[in-house]
């Protein structure tokens, strides 16, 4: 088969896994090599649908030996298959590298023969990669689930980011669609990988020290293909932040490409409830909010209507109105319509002066929003009256 129709078919059969997204990730050219990543300047394209594009993101195979239901490239499928050498994926990733088009390379997988061979191909294509090319580029890695531990541990030495994927964020229907996983096997690569990039973290002023991983470990959830609220899958989530340290979560909204009685009938995708639960997520990272914050289990699903932060907000009115001129950092992060970047303004602006709605405004805060939930002069009385239902219309 020519390198081209392996390209198409293997470039297409990775396009659903979305746990790619830039990291962040450092690493320089050695001396006499090419490429590099670097944390500010790296660019990312996104597709309309929210898909990574500017990492080469193939599929080293798309033969699998297993049989999940929401997968496009499980064994019982009839599709194009292909395979590509080693020294194919490297020679991509290099010419595609030289000619701008890319800035790293996001490789995945099938399981071929069993998940050991398939991680020692994976391997193999990093290891080319940085000792014979000295490539410095940045690269993601699957760690393919069932794999030795001794593997996923080499491969964390040539990649910046490795991810094991959970797909189903319970055990019980992980085993429905995906007979051949279990939790187990995907926990394993990610604790081993987890120790591993603590102890590096330990010992960062070693001279010489080799890097271990050092964007992280991510994972990806499917959403909507099987039975999980949204509490389920953020109370998962969280625990995986706390206990595998894991550097992102990625939401994939169910996108059905097969006809299966054990996989539910729906129109479209769950975009948007993928867009809430990023958004819940960033809360529980950035904003200082826990899970049970978000939902509980009076409410375990994510208001479509209205973003989680501003969900909280109009089921918690007795913490508000916020006195930004007095209020904790924390508590402003809580205002809907403020961020991150303009709380810390705020904090740091009001030891210049009294905080006045045309500050807010130069600060990026979303009045919109805001001035439901703020105590401040110029901001009319009747406003901070109103009952959560009247704003909910309001707005
Ligand atoms: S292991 Fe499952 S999800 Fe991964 S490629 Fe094979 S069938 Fe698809």
């Known amino acids: 088969m020519e390198l081209l129709q392996k390209l198409e078919i293997l470039a297409g059969a990775a396009k659903y896994d979305v746990s790619c997204s830039s990291s962040g ?61 080693v020294e194919e994926v490297v020679k991509l990733t290099i010419e595609f590298y030289k000619r701008n088009y890319i800035e790293g390379l996001f490789l995945s997988s099938g399981v071929i023969k ?33 794999a030795s531990q001794d593997l996923i541990t080499l491969a964390g030495y040539y990649a910046d980011r490795m991810s094991v994927n959970i797909e189903i964020p319970s055990e019980p229907s992980l085993k429905m ?14 604790n081993r990988l987890r120790t591993k990039i603590l102890e590096h973290k330990g010992n960062l002023k070693k001279r010489g020290l080799k890097k271990f991983v050092p964007a992280g470990q991510s994972t990806q959830m ?53 867009n809430r639960l990023y958004q819940a997520d960033w809360l ?29 907000a109009l089921r918690h009115p007795e913490f508000f109105p916020i006195d930004l001129d007095c209020a904790s950092y924390e508590e402003i992060l809580r205002v809907p319509g403020v961020g991150v970047k303009s709380a810390k303004f705020i904090v740091h602006s009001r030891k210049f002066g009294k905080i006045r709605l045309e ?13 439901f939930f703020i105590a401040n002069p110029d901001v009319p009385n009747e406003w901070r009256k109103l009952y959560p239902e009247q704003v909910r219309t309001l707005l």
């Not at 206990?243 to 769950?270: C, F, H, M």
């Not at 899970?291 to 989680?308: C, Q």
């Not at 500050?359 to 001035?371: D, E, I, P, S, Y």
Request: with cysteine; proline share 6%.
């Open 25 to 85: 990730g450092s690493r320089t050219t050695q001396r006499g090599g090419f490429g590099n990543s670097c944390p500010a300047g790296v660019c990312h394209s996104f597709t309309e649908d929210g898909r990574c594009i500017s990492l080469l993101k193939i599929l080293l195979t798309n033969v699998c030996l297993y049989d999940c239901a929401y997968c496009a490239n499980r064994k019982s499928n009839d599709v194009p298959r292909a395979t590509f050498k």
């Open 114 to 146: 069993n998940p050991d061979y398939t991680m020692e191909a994976l391997l193999r294509v990093a290891k080319s990669l940085r000792e014979e090319h000295k490539f410095g580029g940045y690269i993601h890695l699957k760690a393919i689930p069932g």
């Open 177 to 190: 669609l995906a007979p051949d996983k279990n939790f187990e096997s995907v926990y394993s690569p990610m």
């Open 222 to 274: 499917i959403i909507g293909a099987s039975p999980e609220n949204d509490l389920n899958i953020i109370t998962l989530a969280a625990s995986l932040y706390k206990t595998q340290e894991l550097k992102r979560v990625y939401y994939s909204g169910y996108i059905p490409v097969n006809e299966d009685g054990r996989l539910p009938v729906i129109s479209a995708p769950p975009l948007k409830r993928e």
């Open 284 to 312: 529980m990272r950035f904003y200082g909010f826990s899970y049970d914050e978000i939902l509980d289990k009076n409410n375990p699903w994510l208001d479509l209507e209205f973003d989680p932060k501003m969900a909280w």
């Open 359 to 371: 500050h807010l405004k130069k600060m990026g805060v979303a009045l919109k929003r805001a001035k």
